[in-house]
């Protein structure tokens, strides 16, 4: 059997980048304001030494993580599993989205549906109005 997907449907458009961009705005919305990516890129950092998997003086750039929001991979797994805890995202969501089964941030999923059902009712209420003008015709 099986095993259910719970983003199923819920594909975040594009690759890493787009996940990451997600990611950062449920992030936002959780803190309730904006974050900096210096911000975001400190936390890392914080994180990564507690992980021991950095020194505080060999610490990511900020120039690492505007590479990262272009599209660049974290190539260390520890950075990565830093990046989304930072984030509040499973890891495993934010390195290869819905293929890992793993939960992507709740409220922009569920935005996401919504808007996934609204094109899809568009589109399925577009096409019953054009079989109903060909009938007619």
Same mark, same amino acid.
């Given at each position: ?12 458009? #594009? ?6 961009? +997600?990611?950062?705005?449920? %992030? =936002?919305?959780?803190?309730?304001? &904006? ?35 272009? #599209? ?6 520890? +950075?990565?599993?830093?990046? %989304? =805890?930072?984030?509040?995202?499973? &890891? ?46």
């Amino acid at each position: 059997m099986k095993k259910p997907n719970p983003n199923e449907g819920l594909a975040v458009a #594009g690759g890493f980048k787009d996940r990451l961009f +997600t990611a950062w705005l449920w %992030a =936002q919305q959780q803190y309730g304001g &904006p974050i900096k990516k210096k911000e975001l890129t400190d936390e890392i950092n914080a994180i990564l030494v507690t992980l021991g998997a950095r020194k505080d003086d060999d610490p990511i750039r900020q120039s690492v993580m505007t590479e990262w929001f272009n #599209g660049a991979i974290p190539r260390e797994a520890e +950075t990565m599993v830093a990046l %989304a =805890q930072a984030l509040g995202v499973d &890891p495993g969501w934010l390195h290869y989205g819905e293929y890992s089964r793993a939960d992507g941030p709740p409220s922009i999923l569920k935005k996401l549906e919504q808007t996934n059902q609204a094109v899809a009712g568009m589109e399925g209420a577009a096409a019953v109005d054009a079989a109903a003008k060909k009938d007619a015709g």
